[in-house]
């Protein structure tokens, strides 16, 4: 799974290796995300994960029904630390989600 832009507060450090894990726990959920745009996209995503909850707090897509499927997705992921972030997720077909990320 691509991420780009990646960016997050970590709550007690956690530096590389809790970037490393925070990606780990998203490509787990790589087939369900590929899922949502099958010919490709980027969604913009905005979430918290504190204690045993994830919260999105904004997806955004040119697709609402991309954004709704990502949303549903990123509200399953388990959290694996106290942290805020954003990044980009390349979903689905590569090259689209390339060229989706490329007019962003």
Known sequence: MTIMDLQCRLSGGGGLFGSMALVATLADKKKAFDKCAPKGAAPIVRWDFEGSKTTVLDVDDPSEQVAAC???????????????????????????????AASR
């Open 70 to 100: 990502v949303e549903k997705i990123m509200n399953k992921v388990p959290p694996t630390m106290k942290a805020q972030c954003r990044a980009m997720l390349l979903v689905g077909d590569k090259s689209g989600a390339e060229q989706a």
